[in-house]
Structure formats: structure tokens, C-alpha cells
């Protein structure tokens, strides 16, 4: 228990976050939105990192949360950049237009 | 209140928005829509930051994530011109098949969930982890190395991202 809060709901409010996540990876069409679903995966395994780390009284799992964030940023700078080179060059960001590489 | 205390009503309650707001960024058809709604749930997981004092990553996390990632996605979406018209569609039947699989992944990991039984540990007497000299100190002494190859990452994505968009010598 943390907080009066045992983990098993931390665990499972994370659990729902990241198949939210994942479904919108799997069911949606915009690359957008597809990187912003990454996003919500990442943030529920740093709420389920953030409560092991108070659950376990230790910093350390804070700070890998900092280094999440630092990834989750040069992802998002790289890939945000790939995405406009794509849409500057076929005037569209629909994954399945994406498909030079299949012939 | 019923039962509960006050702080199990606000872990509730942020539960339930994150969750909803989370639905909305999958379901809402207007990207621009979407980031605001994700903009929303990291409010709300700021929240649970707060709730599990981490403060200083609760600031940090608002700062990171509301303020300069989700504002970089409304400028390539405004930069592209996206809206409901543009919105490309899948069809249904890779809807349906995308929200059963999730489903049963959602199954599989709740499953394991219900057979772990409740974890016992208490927490201890200190609650101030979570502030800046606690983290600073874990941070500059056990992860120093990781710590400065973050920042060659960094570094090496912000060179990627100026190469990748800028512009070649012939391109009109």
C-alpha cells in the first residue's frame, strides 16, 4: 500500500494506458498520431516506473524516468523531421502510402 | 467520504480522466484535437506524479512533455495543414481487428495481474525522494555516465534532426 493506494491499481491504470497506446499504433492511419500513441506507452511505463520507485522508497527509478524523457524528446525531434522530409516530398503522412520500399 | 480518503478519490478520479482523455486521442478525428486531448492526460499523470511525491518530476514531466514535445507536434500538424478532411481512414475490419488484440493483451496482462496477489511492502517513513537534492545527489553519483551519454544523444539528435530537414542543394 502507498498512499492508502495499493500497487496492483497502479499497475493496472498503467496496463490500460499502454494497450490505449498500442491500439491506437495498430488502428489509426496518421503517422501523427501513431508517434503520439508512442508517446502515451512511454508515459505509462513511466507512472509504472514512478510507483515501484515510491512503492520501493528508492530515487532510482525517478531518475530512469529522466532518462526516458531525454530519449522520448531525440525521438520525437528525429522522427517529427523524418515525418515533415516524407510529407515534403509525396504531400501526405498516411502509412500506408509508405511503401517505396516494397517493389 | 463512503469509505474512501481523499486521496483515494483523487487517484480515482485522475485515473478515470487519464483513461478517458488517453480514448479520445485514439478516437477524435481532428489531429489537432488529439494533442490537446494528450495534453490532457499528461496533465492528469502529472497528477498521479504529485499523488506518489515525486513532485519534482511531476514539474519536470509538465514542462517536458506539455510544454515543449506536444507544442513541436502542433506546429508540424499546423505546418502540414492536417484536419478532419484530410484524416486518413482504415477500414473497419482492421479496427475491429486492432481493438481485439488489444483486448486480449489487455486480458493477458491483467491476468498475470490477479495471480500476483497483493504486494505487501509498506512504504517506509521517508517521503521526500522525490525532491530535487535527493534526485540531484542519485542522479550525479550513481548515474553519471548515463547521464552524460543522454546528453551525447541529445546532442546527436538535435545535428539528425537539422540535417534531415533541411533542405538539399538542388531541391527547388
Known amino acids: 500500500m502507498l498512499n492508502g493506494i495499493s500497487i496492483n491499481y497502479y499497475i493496472l491504470l498503467s496496463a490500460v494506458l499502454f494497450i490505449i497506446g498500442a491500439v491506437g499504433v495498430m488502428a489509426r492511419r496518421n503517422s501523427i498520431i501513431i508517434f503520439m500513441c508512442i508517446e502515451l506507452m512511454l508515459n505509462a511505463v513511466n507512472l509504472m516506473l514512478v510507483s515501484f520507485s515510491t512503492l520501493h522508497n528508492d530515487a532510482k527509478g525517478q531518475v530512469f524516468v529522466f532518462f526516458i524523457m531525454a530519449v522520448a524528446a ?30 | 467520504m463512503l469509505g474512501y480518503t481523499i486521496t483515494q478519490w483523487l487517484f480515482g478520479i485522475l485515473s478515470f480522466l487519464a483513461i478517458m482523455f488517453g480514448l479520445m486521442v485514439v478516437f477524435s478525428r481532428n489531429p489537432v484535437n488529439s494533442v490537446l486531448y494528450l495534453v490532457m492526460t499528461f496533465f492528469c499523470i502529472a497528477g498521479h506524479y504529485l499523488l506518489l511525491n515525486a513532485q519534482f518530476l511531476a514539474i519536470v514531466h ?27 481512414q482504415r477500414t473497419w475490419l482492421s479496427k475491429i481487428i486492432a481493438a481485439v488484440a488489444g483486448g486480449l493483451m489487455l486480458f493477458v ?64
Open chain 2, 62 to 88: 509538465i514542462v517536458v512533455y506539455a510544454g515543449a514535445i506536444m507544442v513541436l507536434f502542433l506546429f508540424v500538424i499546423m505546418l502540414m495543414n492536417l484536419n478532419e478532411d484530410t484524416e486518413p
Open chain 1, 74 to 103: 531525440a525521438e520525437v525531434a528525429v522522427g517529427l523531421a523524418i515525418l515533415s522530409m516524407i510529407y515534403r516530398n509525396i504531400k501526405n503522412i498516411d502509412t500506408d502510402l509508405l511503401s517505396n520500399l516494397k517493389n
Open chain 2, 109 to 172: 496482462m491483467v491476468g498475470s495481474l490477479k495471480g500476483a496477489g497483493d504486494m505487501g511492502l509498506q512504504q517506509y517513513g521517508n517521503a521526500q525522494i522525490g525532491f530535487v537534492k535527493n534526485l540531484g545527489a542519485v542522479l550525479f553519483k550513481d548515474f553519471l555516465f548515463p547521464f552524460e551519454i543522454a546528453s551525447v544523444l541529445l546532442l546527436a539528435a538535435m545535428v539528425g534532426a537539422i540535417m534531415i530537414g533541411k533542405k538539399e542543394a538542388g531541391e527547388s
